[in-house]
């Protein structure tokens, strides 16, 4: 059986604020909206017509009790040019990135929503690097620097190597 991550449920105090953090700056469209029970609403968003929702938000929460139930929830991104637009993006709408990094395998950017939920957005890398991994980077580094900068950060490390050749043992690992 194969596991992909479908959506994220994220519980929120106000909506109005939320929603269009996730739709303007993030560019996900409302697929459905409406009421779970009692006055509990509830807001369904997608980027992707195969995913009715890859974000749902209630407003379940009160203001500022603190409570979080999501560390973070993240998104692949196609490509670094959507990374460093999506940078660019964030930045012009007054949204701190707390962690610009590299995992060895991905470049990530860490955010957080109008209610501090945690938000990374992701472009894979071509290597496999033993997780956890994290150091800074600069992703306005061209591709070539980045992926210089990416090998040295992580070429000492244990079980570093081809992101393809990972996939195809975990494949036959599989496959039994």
Request: contains cysteine; hydrophobic residues 35%.
């Amino acid at each position: 059986m194969g596991m992909k991550l479908s959506h994220a449920f994220i519980n929120v105090a106000d909506l109005d604020a939320v929603v269009p953090f996730y739709t303007d700056v993030l560019g996900f469209h409302v697929t459905d909206r409406g009421t779970l029970r009692g006055d509990t609403e509830a807001v369904f968003m997608s980027q992707d017509p195969d995913n009715h929702h890859q974000i749902a938000l209630a407003n379940t929460m009160k203001d500022g009790d603190g409570t979080r139930n999501l560390a973070h929830v993240a998104f692949r991104l196609e490509s670094l040019d959507e990374l460093r637009g999506l940078k660019k993006r964030l930045a012009s709408e007054g949204v701190d990135v707390r962690r610009e990094v590299s995992h060895g395998n991905a470049w990530s950017l860490y955010f957080t929503d109008p209610e501090g939920n945690g938000v990374e957005c992701f472009v894979d890398t071509p290597f496999h690097v033993r997780q956890p991994q994290g150091k800074p980077t600069d992703l306005d580094l061209d591709d070539a620097a980045l992926l210089k900068k990416t090998e040295e950060d992580f070429g000492q490390e244990p079980e570093f190597g081809s992101y393809t050749e990972w996939q195809d043992a975990f494949r036959n690992k599989l496959s039994g």
